[in-house]
């Protein structure tokens, strides 16, 4: 069983649309992350949240909006999206993250987004 | 920048021993990861090893870690049908660098256990 929380775990949505994914972590950890994974290929990373605050943002078209309402939930808001961003959107957080951090990321299993 | 490598497939027949190598290029990194996903799964985090350990044991997995030439291995005893999956190596490099604190990956293993 995983210790991170993703919801839903599937999603097909239209270009205009607006959808939320959502991800909840009851460790106590307070760095969270946001990946893109293709099939077959690594997980990419997208945003970094460390004590509730954004930390990293990897170049990530606006149409990708994250927002993290407090050290246990991560969001991240879809609006407008093209074909090419289907994929996995993998959650993961850690104790800590940043510079000399090693902690390791634990990972939800993902939603499954279909863009029509 | 960081690189990590992987082969890319491995086919084992049921009861043998796997082993899936992996090499990095940070030398900063201190944590060294294996990750396994499922068809449909996330990422499930097997194991990791400490840069100034030169093994760990966990049940079926051991990892090996050659620090002197950058090479990290994961072997699985005893090999299951239900180890077939893919497995990821990762480092996170601690200081230094633009991907300082971040997960670099490799490509991934696809491990096929035949029955």
């Known amino acids: 069983d995983t210790e991170v929380t993703q919801t839903p775990k599937h999603l097909v949505m239209g270009m205009t649309n607006k959808k939320s994914l959502k991800c909840e972590q009851h460790m106590g950890h307070r760095a969270m992350y946001w990946y893109k994974q293709k099939a077959k290929k690594p997980p990419e990373l997208m945003f970094v949240?460390?004590?509730?605050?954004?930390?990293i943002n990897e170049s990530v078209p606006s149409r990708f909006s994250p927002e993290c309402p407090n050290s246990s939930l991560l969001n991240l808001h879809l609006h407008a999206l093209q074909p090419e961003d289907s994929a996995l959107y993998l959650c993961a957080s850690s104790q800590v993250s940043g510079e000399y951090s090693n902690q390791p990321q634990h990972f939800g299993d993902g939603t499954r987004l279909s863009i029509l | 920048g960081e690189d990590v490598e992987q082969s890319l497939f491995l086919s084992v027949r049921e009861g043998d021993s796997s082993v899936i190598n992996c090499t990095y290029t940070?030398?900063?990194?201190?944590?060294l990861y294996w990750y396994k996903q499922e068809p449909g799964a996330g990422l499930q985090l097997l194991t990791y090893?400490?840069?100034?350990?030169d093994m760990k044991q966990d049940q079926r997995l051991t990892v090996l870690l050659n620090k002197k030439d950058k090479h990290l291995s994961l072997r699985i005893a005893d090999t299951q049908t239900g180890d077939s999956a893919i497995y990821f190596c990762a480092e996170i490099p601690a200081y230094g660098s633009s991907n300082t604190g971040k997960l670099i990956f490799g490509q991934g293993t696809t491990l096929q256990v035949k029955p």
């Open positions: 949240y460390s004590y509730e605050k954004l930390s």
């Open positions: 090893i400490f840069s100034n350990m």
């Open positions: 940070d030398s900063s990194s201190t944590y």
